[in-house]
């Protein structure tokens, strides 16, 4: 399994027995020393914050969502259950601004 920077994907996070989807944020590195990639959730409660990214609706998601980059964290590819699509290109250009205002790297 390979997972692209701005796919979506259902992963299982531990949380009470819950899959999530997450966006894969990590570059693409096929020579990777360890079979882990940063992920960022994605979440349905929109708090108006600048560490949250607004997404269009996504015809593979049941719900209007929101990236929250604050939840950045890394996850082993076993974890990643299924492929659900695909981030437009401008929504993870939007989600790579967020993290470098929550990273403090403009």
């Known amino acids: ?21 997450v966006v894969i944020v990590s570059r693409h590195d096929p020579e990777a020393p360890r079979a882990l990639v ?29 990236a929250n980059v604050q939840g950045l964290a890394s996850i082993p590819t076993a974890y990643l259950e299924r492929r659900l699509g695909r981030l437009p290109d401008a929504a993870l250009a939007e ?3 967020a993290l470098a205002f929550a990273l403090d790297m403009d």
Request: charged share 20%.
């Open 1 to 21: 399994m390979s997972p692209q920077p701005g796919e979506v994907w259902l992963a299982d996070l531990g949380l009470a027995a819950k899959t999530r989807p």
């Open 38 to 66: 940063l992920y960022v959730p994605l979440t349905t409660q929109n708090r108006n914050s600048p560490y949250e990214v607004v997404l269009p609706r996504l015809p593979f998601l049941h719900q209007d969502s929101v």
């Open 95 to 97: 989600v790579k601004r």
